[in-house]
């Protein structure tokens, strides 16, 4: 099967990292639930399931917006 690998160079730092080092207010938590929720939505309809949901596994690529990526699908599936 074929497999893409994206490669991304400069992020910020994980949520789990966010959590600890910021102070997090109720509608940056609700930007980044809805944003994770889009990512898993968007690979659901890629027919691919990540396997391996965890804070550590969604990083933070611009502090300013907070938009974030889901990283390792090393055991990601993808199904017909």
């Known amino acids: 099967s074929n497999h893409e690998i994206i490669l991304v160079i ?26 994770m929720a889009n990512i898993i939505n968007y690979c659901h309809s890629k027919k691919i399931a990540h396997r391996d949901l965890k804070p550590e596994n969604f ?6 917006n907070l938009d974030i ?12």
């Open 10 to 35: 400069v992020l910020e730092a994980t949520i789990r990292q966010i959590r600890a080092t910021w102070k997090f207010f109720l509608a940056d938590a609700r930007i980044l639930f809805v944003q």
């Open 69 to 80: 990526m889901l990283i390792d699908f090393g055991l990601s599936f993808k199904w017909k």
């Open 59 to 64: 990083l933070l690529a611009s502090k300013k």
